[in-house]
T-cell receptor, first 116, second 109 residues
C-alpha cells in the first residue's frame, strides 16, 4: 500500500515553454501533497505544500507564479513549471500524506526535468 | 532558524559497521525520519523516532536524543548495495519535513 506515482519520469523542454508534472496517490487518499526539488548531490528542498481544494503554501524564495501547483482531488496534484529556464533543470519529487497516516510521507519516483 | 546537519560523505568497508550522525535545531519537533536514497530515485523509508532511545530493525538501527538534538543511523554488516545517500528529516511543528544535508555513503569491497 501507499504507492505514489509521478509522470513523466523524464522530460526535456525548450527554454520558455511550460511543463506539467503529475503526482498521484494510487491506493490511498492524500490530504496533503508536498513538492520538492533536488539538485545533484544535494538534499531535498521543500518547494510547497498543497492541500486538496485549497491554495498551495509556498516556501520562502519559491516563486508562486513560476511553479503553479494544483491539488484538484484527493489523489492528484500537479506542478507546472512555467516559462522554464535552464536553471530550473532539476529532479522534482512529490510526496503524499494520507488521511490516516501520522507524519510519514510517501514519495513518488521523481521527475527529471532538463531545460535546453 | 532551522538547521539540520549531517556529514557530507562517509566511506566504509563491506561487512563493517557505520554510524551516520544527524544534529538538529528546529522550532518544533514531531519526530525524526531516516531515508535511504539511491541516485535518481525516490527516498525510501528506513526509520522513525519520536521518543528517546534506540529503534532496531534488522541491520539498521536509529537512535534519538531529543535533549541533545541528536540522532544517528547505524548500519551493520555493510553490503555494497548500501552505497547510497542517507537523509535525516525532522518533522517540525506542522507536517512538513525539514531535510538534512544528506550523507553520501560509499561502501568499498
Amino acid at each position: 500500500g501507499a504507492v505514489v506515482s509521478q509522470h513523466p519520469s523524464r522530460v526535456i523542454c525548450k527554454s520558455g515553454t511550460s511543463v506539467k508534472i503529475e503526482c498521484r496517490s494510487l491506493d490511498f487518499q492524500a490530504t496533503t501533497m508536498f513538492w520538492y526539488r533536488q539538485f545533484p548531490k544535494q538534499s531535498l528542498m521543500l518547494m510547497a505544500t498543497s492541500n486538496e481544494g485549497s491554495k498551495a503554501t509556498y516556501e520562502q524564495g519559491v516563486e508562486k507564479d513560476k511553479f503553479l501547483i494544483n491539488h484538484a482531488s484527493l489523489t492528484l496534484s500537479t506542478l507546472t513549471v512555467t516559462s522554464a529556464h535552464p536553471e530550473d533543470s532539476s529532479f522534482y519529487i512529490c510526496s503524499a500524506r494520507g488521511q490516516r497516516s501520522t507524519y510519514e510521507q510517501y514519495f513518488g519516483p521523481g521527475t527529471r526535468l532538463t531545460v535546453t | 532558524g532551522q538547521n539540520i546537519d549531517q556529514p557530507t560523505e562517509m566511506t566504509a568497508t563491506e561487512g563493517a559497521i557505520v554510524q551516520i550522525n544527524c544534529t538538529y535545531q528546529t522550532s518544533g519537533f514531531n519526530g525524526l525520519f531516516w531515508y535511504q536514497q539511491h541516485a535518481g530515485e525516490a527516498p525510501t523509508f528506513l526509520s522513525y523516532n519520536v521518543l528517546d532511545g534506540l529503534e532496531e530493525k534488522g541491520r539498521f538501527s536509529s537512535f534519538l536524543s531529543r535533549s541533545k538534538g541528536y540522532s544517528y543511523l547505524l548500519l551493520k554488516e555493510l553490503q555494497m548495495k548500501d552505497s547510497a545517500s542517507y537523509l535525516c528529516a525532522v518533522v517540525s511543528g506542522t507536517y512538513k519535513y525539514i531535510f538534512g544535508t544528506g550523507t553520501r555513503l560509499k561502501v568499498l569491497a
